[in-house]
């Protein structure tokens, strides 16, 4: 590697990690920690959000499924507009108006404290497997441009990410995600240009290659899949669009990274127009990484590549992209594309560090610890205060060490986009459906939500271990597990209220 490029990344990414670092201040309260003091600009809020979808999995992984196969994985983007516009209209107000961070603690208010610690375990869960599959897709480009062991890389990065998380708080988080947002978009940018600008008759070239490409099915390149709506086995164009709706709908409504930045916007309006733009700002930007993707296979295509042509051998698609910034990009872009993976990694695990500290905060310290709440405890500069600026310290290490155990164990997965799309399917657990149980209906008591609980969580480990655990096959796609187990909490939790009604007090 150039030591230009060396300077490039350095700068790029000590800078980021500096920025973060200079949001330190010893007056710093818990609360301030955890919702930036209500002080950040919607615009802000919006890139940050938008920094949160664009992970080192959109940006290494996109590509990686789209020189494999097509944009099928593109799908799930086009569900965005939906939830983004539902969080505006009705996520954001309702927990702008509550007095609680947590994501979570309106559901100890409708159905108990176990409705809270489930939703709050499942959170904690799947954001642990998300930070651990971007650790390890930004430890790649390292391994190949370096040689540098993937381990190595994974540890020495989630130390600089917890670092300047834990000084900073949401306030430090926010402002380095709107940076690194367009950090990420410029570099992607620059890679597509030179992609199609290399090929020998033109950029048209690239697409045309991808176009007239066909795999058995007889689709190109850009397909986003079959359209049958019998088979449900395969992710198909609305396996993933129905999937993406709902994974979606979780994210803006009960996802604990969005929730806590709706607290941080200035107003509700602000707030309300982030989810928005961040939302949408996303569509083009996955367009993008699809995008580069197809040019990547036109481009070997037309220039054959033995360590390429091993890389596809060994279903390893997602070291392409890394392997064309290390080979093929002029000196001091390479630099640049490998910061622009590293923004948009570290601004995700960032938001996954410092909210997971918050949940363990607030959904457990500080319901193991009720003495905190004794007049001059609670939220106040006093010990209380500092107790709680401590724990949020602590927890933001406990998540870091842990996202790097999940980082290492997924060294020898094929597909990092595949793997992290089944975790999240898995871990999410239906929280949703519990979710809007109670928002809903009120109706629906504890009894009735414990019950669809049981019964979503059945459908869900079906769907999703049925070899595991000896049953016969569904025959249903993994994506599918979240939206049935959704699906059947919700539905079998209102029809319960008919069976067994349950007496006001």
Known sequence: MHIIDVLVFLVFTGGIVLMGSLFYSKDTSAKEFTNAGRSIPGWVVGMSIFSTFVSSISYLGN???????????????????????????????????????????????????????????????????????????????????????????????????????MLGGMKAVIWTEAI??????????VCLGVLMFSMPEGPMQAIQIGWDTLDEAGRNKFSLGSFSLTDLSHSTFWVCLIYGVFINLQNYGIDQNYVQRYHTAKTEREAKNAALFGGW??????????????????????????????????GKTDYVFPYFMVHSLPTGLTGLLIASVF??????????????????????????????????????????????????????????VLGICVALALVNVDSILDAWWKLSSIFSGGMLGLFLLGYLSTKVKNIHAVIGVLCGFAVIAWISAWNWIGLPNPGLHEYLAIVLGTMTIFIVGFALVL???????
């Open 180 to 189: 690194q947002g367009f950090i990420l978009i410029g570099g992607a940018l």
């Open 499 to 505: 069976f067994i009604p349950v007496k006001k007090k």
């Open 281 to 314: 700002l996303y569509i083009p930007v996955s367009a993008l990484f699809f995008l580069i993707g197809t040019c990547l296979f036109s481009y070997y295509k037309v220039f054959p590549d033995a360590q390429v042509a091993a890389f596809e051998a060994a």
């Open 343 to 400: 923004a948009a990694g570290m601004s995700t695990v960032a938001t996954s560090v410092t909210s997971c500290s918050t949940i363990l905060l607030t959904d457990y310290w500080m319901r193991m610890r009720k003495h905190v709440h004794r007049k001059g405890h609670d939220h106040s500069r006093g010990i209380g205060d500092k107790e709680h600026l401590m724990v949020l310290k602590l927890g933001s290490v406990l998540i870091g």
């Open 63 to 165: 590509p990686g499924k789209a020189y494999a196969s097509d944009w099928n994985p593109f799908v799930f983007g086009i569900s965005i507009p939906i939830a983004c516009w539902i969080a505006a209209k009705w996520f954001v107000p309702f927990y702008r108006n509550h007095d609680s961070v947590s994501a979570y603690a309106f559901l100890e208010e409708r159905f108990g404290p176990w409705a809270r610690i489930y939703a709050s375990a499942c959170y904690l869960l799947t954001q642990v497997a998300r930070m651990g599959s971007i650790l390890f897709l930004l430890a790649m480009p390292m391994n190949i441009l370096m040689g540098w062991d993937l381990r190595t890389v994974i540890i020495i990065t989630s130390i600089a990410i917890i670092f300047y998380s």
